[in-house]
């Protein structure tokens, strides 16, 4: 099992230059997780997907879009970069197990935007 | 989501015992008390959680109040390795989103 992985792993962008980032999950876990961390601080999610087919809002979702045609794979969109979206992106997946309810995390991806 | 407090940051020695507190004096009957930690330049990861009872598994022990106000993240022998950011999250069960709100946490540090 790999669990949850990301690509790229590090990524620098000029603003105004749009991306994906994409997120891989081998567990059949049906929610999936967009967070961002800013330094020093906490994650806040940006957009998350209760299963196949379906998206949400969460904290921070401007600037970004998503996409979740797989059940395995979570797509985050930044149309056009800006030096604020700068950031450490982490993607998760949770089992609907109601007695685990946890959450599994991805290595993150570092984007900079110049 | 109920709040939660924990300090900015903590030290410990390596090999003794170091108890992470959480204060929670808004938690509802319903509210999952959610332990993760976030190693240097990776993602969290789980490390424990609880309703009521004191929990325990491989990587730490819980222990939550009587009146669940307050909760202690106890890791009973620290190592080097278990430096790391630790957050304190509430739940509420049941919850058709999942959505984890990740405070500032405490940042442990561990000394040789």
């Known amino acids: 099992n790999a669990g949850v992985t990301q690509t790229p792993k590090f990524r620098v962008l000029k603003t105004g230059q749009s991306m994906t980032l994409l997120c891989a999950q081998d567990m059949n876990h049906e929610y999936m997780y967009w967070y961002r961390q800013d330094p020093g601080m906490g994650l806040r999610l940006i957009h998350y997907?209760?299963?196949?087919?379906?998206?949400a809002k969460g904290e921070v979702p401007d600037g970004y879009n998503v996409s979740r045609l797989k059940k395995q794979n979570f797509l985050l969109g930044l149309e056009s970069a800006a030096p604020s979206q700068t950031s450490v992106y982490f993607c998760?997946?949770?089992?609907?197990?109601?007695?685990?309810?946890?959450?599994?995390f991805g290595p993150g991806t570092r984007l900079t935007v110049l | 989501d109920a709040k939660t407090t924990q300090p900015n940051s903590m030290e410990s020695n390596e090999e003794e015992p170091v108890h992470l507190p959480c204060n929670h004096s808004?938690?509802?009957?319903?509210?999952?008390i959610h332990w993760y930690r976030q190693l240097p330049s990776q993602g969290p990861e789980y490390v424990i959680h609880g309703l009521t009872s004191n929990v325990n598994n491989r990587m730490a022990s819980l222990a939550i109040a009587e009146d669940r106000k307050s909760s202690t993240l106890i890791l009973h022998r620290a190592t080097l390795r278990d430096a790391a950011v630790y957050y304190c999250i509430l739940r509420g069960i049941p919850s058709n989103t999942g959505k984890l709100i990740f405070g500032q946490g405490t940042t442990l540090q561990v000394k040789p």
């Open positions: 998760a997946s949770r089992s609907t197990i109601l007695s685990t309810d946890t959450q599994y």
């Open positions: 997907s209760v299963g196949e087919g379906t998206t």
């Open positions: 808004t938690i509802s009957g319903t509210d999952y």
